[in-house]
């Protein structure tokens, strides 16, 4: 297909239109375009890059699959997708990736780049089969909602995963301080609800910042929420640690206030924390501590959400809400430039990753997204195309609406111009 888009603010390059040929940009068309999309002056950056989500495919359907997750993520200006381990079975050998890559190549509306688990069935005991994913697509190794289990596995781990020049991510959780379902404050004493300390999380990243240090080998730290974490991440950075990090919008836009009400919507784990862990997260993300925006777009049923607060599951969707919250809270009130904004949600995670994405450029893949950054929009959770509804964001105004995303040449979403 032949596509040329036109009357569009085109960022990353400089040019007045966009030329895409057989599913990648191109100087010059071999022929007359399939179609000409005028964005009367939207804006078009690069395709975004979710670096850590979940389909729940396979084995958890009910909450999401990959149609529905893909299509969600489109709608959100995502074209590519790093989806956690955590699935049923685990995604933890090479058969379980090749199902999924190749469930995700003939139903999907984005790419999907699955991560492995770092340790079998995430039990944090024996290593996962690295090469052998590798050789099916996998492109870094996690074991999610779990924290590496122990200094010495994750030594085997950085040095293994070195072998296939895979990343490693790591949730950062000391678990015999995790045993509450909310931050440890004010908050959780009104509420009457067991709190986690921010400790639990800087716990877990200073022992990762040490073993990467030794070994001289990279390491990724997830979902950052404390101001602990940035600070001593930035500091490891300084003196040549070689270590990266990413943090979600739920972090720098929402506190454990949202918590009162005993509101399901917004207990995920890293919990929401202080206005100071805010501040510091935007801080981290303005000087490039924070190298990442991610989802951690976590779908559930609305059974495992509407129940009591200590019972109900984790997190939150993402994937439909996080350009436009990182626009509207980051970009609209000058933290973050539009550029500093792309990187993180598109050129850092492809570079990271090795992906091979996140720029308007001649003989690359064409992932694209278009956005409309001058007229507010009300979101509304009963409008979203995740099979889930789990959002606090429900009635929010933001800016950033996606009009159109295009994946590989193939036009994904598209909201009339």
Known sequence: MRLRLIHGRFFG???????????FFVNKLTGEPDRTVDLQGAAAFPGLI???????????????????????????????????????????????????????????????????????????????????????????????????????????????????????????????????????????????????????????????????EYLRLPIHICHVSTKGGVRMIRD????????????CPHYFTLTEEACLGFDTNAKMNPPLRTKEDVEAIQEGLRDGTIDLIVTDHAPHHQDEKEIEFSLANNGIVGFETAFALSYTYLVRTKILTINQ?????????????????????????????IFDLENAFTFQRDKMVSKARNTPYDGYRLYGETRMTICGGRITYEKLL
Do not use: W
């Open 13 to 23: 390059c400089e040019r007045e239109e966009v030329l895409i040929e057989d599913g």
């Open 50 to 212: 979710d670096a850590h989500c979940h389909l729940r495919d396979p084995g958890y359907e009910y909450r999401e699959d990959i149609a529905s997750g893909t299509r969600s993520a489109a709608k959100g200006g995502f074209t590519s997708l790093l989806p956690m381990p955590n699935t049923n079975p685990v995604c933890d050998n090479a058969s379980v990736v090749r199902s999924i890559v190749t469930k995700a190549r003939s139903e999907g509306y984005t790419n999907v780049f699955p991560i492995g688990a770092a340790s079998k069935g995430l039990a944090g005991k024996e290593l996962a089969e690295y090469g052998l994913m590798r050789e099916e697509g996998i492109v870094a190794v996690s074991d999610d909602g779990k924290p590496i289990a122990t200094a010495d596995l994750l030594k085997k781990v950085l040095q293994y995963a070195s072998d296939f020049d895979l990343p490693v991510l790591n949730h950062c959780e000391e678990m015999s301080l995790a045993n509450g379902v909310m931050n440890e404050g004010s908050v959780s004493t009104e509420l009457g609800l067991r709190g986690i300390p921010s400790a639990a999380e800087d716990i877990m990243i200073a022992r990762d910042i040490l073993i990467a």
């Open 236 to 247: 490891a950075k300084r003196r040549g640690v070689r270590i990266t990090a990413e943090t």
């Open 341 to 369: 904004l792309i990187a993180c949600m598109s050129s850092n995670p492809s570079r990271l990753f090795r992906l091979n994405r996140g720029a308007i450029e001649d003989g690359m893949p064409a992932d694209i997204a």
